[in-house]
């Protein structure tokens, strides 16, 4: 019999299966979000503001791993002027639900649908690519597969956003930075045994770089612009302009 683990209300994994972003995950995610990504709402602030360098009429822009769909929330109320087609895309059924429903009043220009964002085949001449902590779900090869996909796609001018969690240089910043952001879990009403029971569960989930290793996947992609608009302890935002 497997142990079922909870992380927090209605949030569960399955020991053994591993961390699935099922139905119980996609209705608790707004809030769970903000309890296990540090600075959550700044981000989605960051990313807002790095975007009025770039959203003019006719952009298209993607969202990779979009969950329930607060990145567009936040672009349509803060572009509501601008006419840009927004391409939102999430492995699970649930979280597409959710974002459909959240984002209702612009769904002619907000578009979600289910996707591995590793089997998309993007436009030409897309203007923007976000993804806020989707890439860590994915080995190098993907990675690097993944970014060429969106070199290619990216009109000249065009910016892939992107917030990742990394692995320190030198392991003493690893334990560190790991036991800081258990800290902040736990500051955020998380319990001891939710935090434990996560990174148990996401351990064949999430495979992780370092800054630099990063930066030469994007390089082998074709960006030459590169550089990180946010960091806390272990988490960054990089902005990679083609
Ligand atoms: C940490 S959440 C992303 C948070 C979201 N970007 C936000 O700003 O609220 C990671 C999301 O990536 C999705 N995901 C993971 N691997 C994926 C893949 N290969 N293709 C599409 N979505 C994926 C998960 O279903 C989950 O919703």
Redesign the pocket.
């Known amino acids: 019999m497997k142990n079922k683990n909870y992380f927090g209300r209605g949030i569960t994994s399955i020991e053994g299966t591993g961390w699935k ?1 099922n139905k119980n995950v996609s209705n608790q995610f707004d809030k769970h ?1 903000r309890q296990s990504i540090p600075h959550y709402d700044d981000i989605q602030k960051y990313i807002c503001s790095l975007s009025e360098w770039f959203l003019k009429d006719g952009s298209i822009v993607y969202d990779l ?4 769909g ?2 567009a929330k936040n672009l349509f109320k803060k572009f509501s002027k601008i006419d840009f087609k927004y391409y939102g ?4 059924n649930e ?1 597409i639900k959710i974002a459909k429903k959240k984002n209702k009043k612009n769904l002619k220009n907000c578009i979600f649908n289910l ?4 089997k998309l085949k993007f436009k030409k001449n897309s203007r923007v690519f976000y993804s ?3 890439f860590p ?1 994915l080995n190098s090869i993907q990675r690097i597969q993944l970014y060429k996909k969106i070199f290619k796609s990216l009109d000249h001018g065009g910016a892939m956003i992107f917030v990742d969690k990394i692995r320190s240089k030198n392991s003493c910043y690893e334990d560190i930075f790991n036991q800081a952001y258990f800290d902040f879990k736990i500051d955020n009403k998380l319990t001891h045994a939710q935090v434990l029971n996560k990174s148990k569960s996401i351990r064949n989930a999430m495979q992780l770089f370092e800054e630099n290793e990063i930066e030469n996947f994007l390089k082998l992609a074709g960006f030459k612009k590169i550089e990180p608009f946010f960091r806390w302890f272990n988490f960054i935002g990089f902005i990679a302009i083609k």
């Open positions: 972003f979000v791993g979009c969950s329930t607060e990145t895309y999430d492995l699970s979280m996707g591995d964002i590793n806020i902590l989707t779900f």
